[in-house]
């Protein structure tokens, strides 16, 4: 009898078998999904969702990051690289300026039970969206970082990753991370794994140096000993070019970021300054003297092919590759003082871009090319500025005393970083690109100035 | 930014005639200037060096939902209600990942997903409760199946090998284990199928994610609506007006197939919700336990 039963059941089941095989054989079949349409029916069509657009959102995500786990730590350096790990990451998320974020001193006030399964509706009690949990061990002597979001709402999980590596890497890690949740949760490419080149000067010396996007792990990249500047990356992220009076004369130079390898790129003539790649990478721009004038030139990597762009009277300089290629903004003091002006990759048509402010220099580009951001003077002081290259349309973002100068889009356009004397010394700060909030200060030892932020990856 | 480059240049001449006339200091100069070089050459080494320290990406699994006590099945209560006695078609079994993750072998505890009326399915060769909600992600792929789904053309075959639930073996920690289903949409790092290894088992939890057929990801809908909001600018036109467009959103947030599905009449309305769609998009990826690769999405806007 359980024979019987046993045949009657697995009958239908080798007919269906067989069916699902024949179809899967034949070409025409439909794909693999259709079969399944055939069992019972899914409550709603899944993957469908219905919403409507209501005009009060919130407009950051409330992202609650309770105190991480930190499990196996035998020593104070283990200890220490799984603390810059969690503030890395936690200062990151905030500085992106997507997130409300409510961290352990926030959440203290709250009955936690450690348990997330409880805990869930106690963080939603507070205004949580997502709930960001980390958790920090050490392994032989590495640390290993596991990093989840949920959904508070679902009980969903959103994310999750695990990384390893030496305390030397807690802050990379951190980074990566950072990025990787923004990503997650915003869409928007994240921008803390990017570097600031800029110059620092000690000592009477100008050398190029490199930090991370947030002013930490500041190093050298050149070692000259003389007058550096100008520093420009690449796109590729893996060296920059820039000016050195290592040789005599000024000329344009080029270092690799991993080896600190350096080349000379341009250094024919009596003067080569201020060089910026075309997104392709082939060729160069830069400043040139000419029978005792500054002109734009163009060449290849190597300095050859050299291609005379601007034939004015006045001083041309400080040339800027537009990011997707085809124009080309520089400073020109033809119209009487300097103001920023466009023109293509060959030099033609030329074209005012700045009309407000009786000096504006130092133009550089966000990312998607639709804006330039530069120095202007306004009332007798240099503030940070930036116009729309189609509507024209310009906004300061800087106020007050401090000569705000030299500015540079991060990867993502959302920030500024630029030059300020507001604290008596040169240093370099960042601000939102929007509106200039959240002013945020990257340097303090030395002289800083020229910031150029790596481009998006 | 080299404000006034000549200047600058002129001043650096200025400085190089006074630097002849401190040559002979030079001499003296020279040897403090290598002892330093040395230094910085060590001090810049040393601040090299992390750049060529590898980090590894390990994968990490994605946690139960019921680990947060989500009560997943109320709403599948009410889904199957009328729970065919026949047996779920095998061909159920696609059950294929969306990712071609070749070695994940899902170790799922079969109790872990609670759909609620066990079908009466005896003799079925596997749980029901894992292999039922994996179809509905090839299922999901609406009309136009893409890419991710026909990529695996594998389905037929596994109802022969059909084991219950594979329950991996040699997996490290006494959990079900950590499948090597990683969080997918990582594309990130180097995905390492050495998942448990080093890392040990995930103080999380090391079930596989359940899979929720419906969307309830609540942080997802409202970025959806923020990003969307944040580039709606209605045009003048009456009060009491709307549209509906639909759109899909891929695995990686980039969207396709917008069009309106209801118009409002007016054709200046209609195109502003578009470009409003268009211009917030891309999305952010889809949520890495939400296993359709796609999610399609109406959108009322007035």
Known sequence: MTTRRFAALSLPLLALLGSALIRAQSPTSPPPSQPTAATPAPPSQPSEVTLELSRNQKAKIRLAIPKYAATGFTGAEGSAAGAELESTVRRDLDFSGYFEIQGPEQLSGLTLTGDLLRDRDVYRSTGNEVLLAGDLREDQGKVVFEGRLFDLKSGQSILAKRYRGSFATARRIGHTFADEVIRYLTGGAGFALSEIAYVSERGKIKEIWLMDYDGGNPRPLTGHRSTSMSPAWNLAGDGVAYTSFVNGPPGVYFAEVASGKKRPLVTSGSLNISPSFAPDGGRLAFSRSVGGNIEIFSSDTGGGNLRRLTQSAAIDTNPAWSPKGGTIAFTSSRAGNPQIYLMDEEGASQRRLTFEGSYNDGASWSPDGAEVAYATRRDGRFQIAVTNVVAQETRVLTSGPGENESPTFSPDGRKIAFTSRRSGTKQIYVIDAADGANVRQLTTAGSNDMADWSRPK | ??????????????????????????????????????????????????????????????????????????????????????????????????????????????????????????????????????????????????????????????????????????????????????????????????????????????????????????????????????????????????????????????????????????????????????????????????????????LIVR
């Not at chain 2, 070089?37 to 080494?45: E, I, N, P, R």
């Open chain 2, 1 to 298: 930014m080299a404000r006034d480059a000549v200047d600058r240049v002129l001043a650096e001449r200025g400085h190089a005639a006074e630097r002849s006339r401190r040559a002979e200091m030079a001499a003296l100069g020279v040897a403090a200037v290598l002892h330093l070089g040395v230094v910085a050459v060590a001090f810049g080494l040393a601040h090299f060096k992390p750049h060529q320290e590898p980090i590894e990406f390990i994968s990490a699994q994605i946690v139960p939902a019921q680990a947060l006590g989500v009560e997943k099945p109320r709403k599948r209560a009410e889904a199957p209600p009328a729970p065919t006695p026949e047996p779920p078609e095998p061909a159920a079994e696609p059950a294929p990942e969306p990712e071609p993750e070749p070695p994940a072998p899902e170790p799922v505890k079969p109790a872990a997903k609670p759909v609620p009326p066990p079908v009466p399915t005896g003799p079925l060769p596997r749980p029901k409760g894992w292999n039922d909600p994996l179809p509905t992600a090839p299922a999901a792929v609406p009309a136009k199946p893409t890419a991710p789904a026909p990529a695996k053309p594998t389905p037929p075959t596994p109802p022969a090998a059909k084991p219950p639930t594979p329950a991996k073996p040699g997996n490290s920690g006494g959990a079900p284990g950590p499948g090597a289903e990683a969080a997918k949409g990582t594309e990130a790092g180097p995905r390492g199928s050495a998942a448990g290894t080093a890392a040990g088992t995930s103080p999380f939890g090391d079930r596989i994610a359940s899979i929720d057929p419906d969307f309830t990801y609540g942080y997802y809908i409202e970025q959806l609506l923020r990003q969307i909001d944040a580039k709606w600018t209605p045009p003048q036109a009456g009060t009491n007006i709307r549209t509906i467009v639909r759109f899909r959103i891929l695995r990686r947030g980039d969207i396709d197939q917008l069009d309106v599905a209801e118009s409002s009449g007016l054709n200046a309305f209609d195109l502003a919700a578009l470009r409003a769609v268009q211009n917030a998009s891309p999305f952010p990826p889809l949520p890495a336990s939400y296993r359709n690769p796609t999610l399609n999405v109406t």
